[in-house]
């Protein structure tokens, strides 16, 4: 499941955020001022949304605090919608920018979009209940590292880094190649995917990979 950090000081604002993306499957944390958000700011954090305006300081000014800590994609939501404000806005490390009032499909689909651009260098990747550490090739499931092996690991990596990416079976054997210079047979591949889902089991009664029959695989939590 996905963490979003909301920092918005408009309670009505708050709730109805707060709902729409617990409907879609998000785990929502709500700041209401800059004091609050550095209680709540982590590495778990995947994604922030944030107001320029708030109660104790000014929203860019924020961004740029955070941009020297953490990496987690960014998104403005904020009335402010003249072009100098955006500039600035993103300029200051900002990835998005949506004003209000949103439609929330369209919100729906920069979160989705913006969850998806998880950086290839990231040391550390979290997701769900998942950690993994890629400079040490390790993956940890509530703090209790998996013995996964390197094939199996990079299957995982690539899932994670494609997030709601269909992943063709193909694709994922020219990975394995190109990474562990071992060629995988087809059928390899579904026994190191099998001993992926038995590792990883199941994150709140659901499974963490899709299998789409005859095309490939997806990561969905």
């Not at 778990?44 to 000014?58: A, E, F």
Request: aromatic share 8%; net charge negative; with cysteine.
């Amino acid at each position: 499941m996905k963490k979003i950090l909301v920092v918005e000081d408009d309670e009505l604002i708050q709730s109805s955020l707060k709902e729409a993306l617990e409907i879609k499957g998000y785990q929502v944390i709500q700041a209401t001022c800059v004091k609050q958000t550095w209680q709540y700011l982590d590495d778990s954090i995947d994604l922030m949304i944030m107001d320029i305006r708030l109660p104790d300081g000014n929203g860019i000014t924020l961004c740029r605090q955070i941009r020297e800590q953490f990496s987690m994609p960014l998104l403005f939501l904020t009335c402010q919608n003249d072009e100098d404000s955006i500039v600035e806005a993103l300029n200051a490390g900002g990835d998005d920018y949506v004003c209000k009032p949103f439609g929330i499909k369209e919100l729906y689909a920069r979160i989705y979009s913006l969850l998806r651009r998880i950086p290839m260098n990231k040391d550390i990747i979290y997701t769900a209940d998942l950690k993994i550490d890629t400079k040490q090739y390790k993956v940890f499931k509530n703090n209790q590292e998996l013995d996964l092996g390197l094939v199996t690991y990079y299957i995982l990596l690539c899932l994670v880094e494609n997030h709601g990416v269909v992943i063709t079976r193909n694709h994922l054997l020219d990975l394995v190649q190109q990474q562990t210079q071992h060629f995988v047979e087809d059928n390899t591949l579904s026994v190191h995917m099998k001993r992926l889902r038995n590792k990883l089991g199941t994150y709140q009664n659901q499974l963490y990979i899709e299998t789409l029959r005859g095309v490939g695989y997806r990561w969905i939590q």
